[in-house]
């Protein structure tokens, strides 16, 4: 209870209540990409509900290989959504890796101690043997920050993403990595995928309150059962424990289907 502080309870309700429900719109995702009809939208609801339960069976056998795993595919939804928002086609992936390095390894740069205590919570395992090599991803993050600067000065669309990843360096470096996390997730990423989404929605979707519907359920169903299962493990774990491990958990298990929909399926019709 005493991790409990405000900011960090300031962050747990950013990412429950704004950040996380930003997933809810994968509902109006699909039928953007083509499960319209009821038998192809319950196939992709069984598909999704599958995927996440094996991301949570896989993360209580397999801890620090799912965080780790967690992290990569992070990085890349990070990016990929970063990327989208310029409208740019040419370099894609140094864009991306950019942008996705910045935000967690930056995070964990400037709050190290309090990022591997964080690993610790949700891995229930000893993850410090892993410290000593992550001077590699800052070098790699730094190094691909001197080349987005490069790549501004001969794209002019970049400049204004060299102010953001500057400031986002700031805010990492001012706050600790659940605000960081949380500021960066509910007013960065979540604006720059709604932005899109919503666009594409208004343009090519006329059903609008199947939208809102979908949106609305998917959003109290994944509040309802975040509380009941911060409960539950409230039995074993302290209550700031219980709290990091369904949010970021539940975060992993909602990334990977999230993440094939939207990096893989959407954005090859819509990017």
Not at 2 to 27: A, E, V, Y
Not at 88 to 114: A, H, R, W
Not at 245 to 257: D, E, K, N, R, W
């Amino acid at each position: 209870m005493n991790d409990l502080t405000f900011f960090n309870i300031l962050s747990f309700f950013l990412i429950f209540f704004i950040g996380l429900p930003h997933g809810s719109f994968d509902g109006a995702v699909a039928s953007l990409v083509g499960f319209r009809s009821k038998a192809k939208f319950l196939q992709f609801l069984l598909c999704y509900l599958i995927l996440f339960a094996f991301v949570i069976v896989f993360w209580v056998y397999y801890p620090i290989i799912a965080l780790l795993i967690f992290l990569i595919m992070t990085i890349a939804h990070f990016g990929l959504c970063d990327w989208a928002n310029f409208k740019l086609k040419d370099n894609k992936y140094s864009i991306c890796f950019t942008y996705g390095m910045t935000v967690i390894f930056g995070i964990i740069f400037f709050n190290e101690n309090q990022s591997f205590q964080i690993f610790k919570y949700l891995t229930n395992d000893n993850i410090y043997f892993l410290r000593p090599y992550f001077f590699i991803p800052y070098i790699l993050t730094l190094l691909s920050i001197f080349y987005f600067i490069y790549l501004s000065y001969y794209e002019v669309k970049l400049r204004i993403g060299v102010l953001e990843i500057l400031f986002l360096l700031l805010i990492f470096y001012l706050f600790d990595p659940l605000l960081s996390f949380s500021i960066y997730f509910c007013f960065f990423h979540t604006y720059k995928h709604l932005k899109n989404l919503i666009t594409n929605v208004y343009l090519h979707l006329s059903n609008k309150k199947f939208v809102i519907f979908s949106t609305l359920i998917f959003t109290t169903i994944s509040w309802i059962g975040g509380l009941v299962v911060i409960l539950i493990l409230a039995n074993n774990f302290d209550l700031y424990e219980s709290i990091l491990q369904v949010i970021f958990i539940g975060l992993a298990a909602l990334t990977l289907p999230h993440m094939i929909l939207v990096d893989f399926v959407y954005r090859r019709k819509y990017n």
